[in-house]
């Protein structure tokens, strides 16, 4: 390709045509909402949809019973709460991951106990659980990051020998399948986010799902401020707040269901031609995947990025520089207790300062993670949603960047 400026600086950007939008609806969506407005019946309690899509959702993860709530977040909170987890409990869960999986914990006043995750996969690597294993551990949290699947044969066999829970953070894995299994009902239980940007959206909204029924209805009680579905008379039956999904998020995400596999299949398949083309790129590391994920939704397109490539260019700035060109692209997270309110433990007003059941996490040193926090970038998955030219549009607009990189002196 020619050289020519890059788009921040004033030139054209190099992608000619615009991604596939997201969300993605259409006229089934407007249907929805217009079939549950009409109706006039908005919650779930008198609706039918949000019972509707627990079931279709729950057949389709290959669960027993699906409980649908306000987020994610939520259903991480419900569900630790429904396994009896709690005040000093610890909970072990990856250090490279959205925070909301270790807030979810500290919000039910349990522990989250980091470990380091795989350099290649980015998921919880197995072989650090057993440093952090402590008479005081009552679960781990597997992270399904960027939907590519954690070894959760390692893992299970870990909880099995040391009679713990496993919650599996699925919230970027709608779909995805561990040795042809449908994760999220693998273990005790499994979490879904359905945040606008999730592979499939109602804006806002979370799911738990499980084997177990007997869990679900625990987490419906907590859910609904401790009242059973049948009751008339407010029986309120133990602890719980109000995260109970609307009919109008429910609606939206029954149609959204429907367009899961061909969008997946679309995003593997691109994400494939993907890999291979990124492969001439000096400086692009994508993230690995092991034989068990045979099915890779692709929330994100994840990698690393080697400055070192692109004449010492800050990661902030190739960012930049890859929205300019018109590519959908973020800085990768911060391992977690490399974020303000875990250095600074800003956990009010839930915990004390300094309070002696959680660890200091300005100690804790997961080397992974903090490398992946300082080097990987990511791609919005509507990136994977388009044709072979967007691709190679994208990895122009990458080859661009780097010829065009001013060069810088990199200070060892």
């Given at each position: ?45 008198p ?11 729950a ?68 072989q ?34 040391h ?61 609904s ?31 959204q ?13 691109n ?81 004390k ?60």
């Amino acid at each position: 390709m020619t050289e020519n400026r890059l788009a921040m600086n004033g030139g054209q950007p190099a992608k000619t045509k615009p991604f596939p939008e997201w969300p993605d609806f259409d006229e089934q969506e407007v249907a929805a909402l217009t079939r549950v407005l009409e109706s006039r019946m908005w919650w779930r309690v008198p609706g039918t949809e949000v019972e509707a899509f627990e079931r279709e959702f729950a057949t389709y993860q290959q669960a027993r019973a699906a409980l649908a709530v306000t987020s994610g977040t939520h259903a991480i909170e419900t569900v630790l709460s429904g396994l009896g987890i709690g005040r000093g409990d610890e909970v072990i869960v990856p250090a490279y991951t959205f925070v909301s999986t270790a807030f979810g914990v500290l919000s039910v006043n349990a522990v989250p106990i980091l470990v380091d995750v795989d350099p290649r996969t980015y998921c919880l690597d197995p072989q650090d659980l057993q440093r952090v294993l402590s008479p005081r551990t009552r679960a781990i949290m597997p992270v399904h990051l960027a939907g590519n699947i954690a070894n959760m044969d390692a893992i299970m066999e870990f909880a099995r020998r040391h009679h713990l829970a496993v919650i599996e953070d699925a919230a970027h894995a709608h779909g995805g399948e561990w040795q042809s299994q449908r994760v999220g009902a693998l273990a005790s239980a499994g979490i879904f986010s359905f945040q606008a940007g999730k592979l499939m959206t109602a804006g806002e909204g979370g799911c738990i799902v499980s084997q177990d029924t007997d869990l679900i209805e625990r987490c419906y009680l907590m859910s609904s401020c401790g009242r059973s579905k049948k009751d008339r008379t407010y029986q309120h039956m133990m602890l719980g707040t109000t995260c109970r999904m609307s009919e109008l998020h429910a609606a939206v995400l029954r149609v959204q269901l429907t367009r899961l596999d061909r969008q997946i299949s679309r995003r593997e398949r691109n994400a494939e031609i993907l890999d291979k083309l990124l492969q001439t790129v000096e400086g692009i590391t994508p993230q690995g995947r092991d034989s068990w994920t045979t099915r890779h939704p692709h929330y994100m397109y994840m990698f690393r990025y080697d400055s070192s490539y692109f004449g010492g260019m800050p990661r902030t700035e190739f960012v930049d520089s890859l929205i300019a060109e018109g590519v959908p692209a973020f800085v990768g997270y911060p391992a977690i207790h490399q974020t303000p309110a875990f250095r600074e433990g800003n956990f009010a007003p839930r915990w004390k300062a300094q309070d002696p059941l959680l660890p200091d996490y300005q100690a804790v040193h997961c080397p992974i993670s903090e490398e992946l926090g300082e080097q990987v970038v990511w791609l919005h998955h509507r990136t994977l949603l388009g044709d072979e030219e967007d691709l190679a549009e994208l990895v122009g607009a990458i080859r661009k960047i780097q010829v065009n990189a001013p060069r810088r002196t990199v200070l060892n």
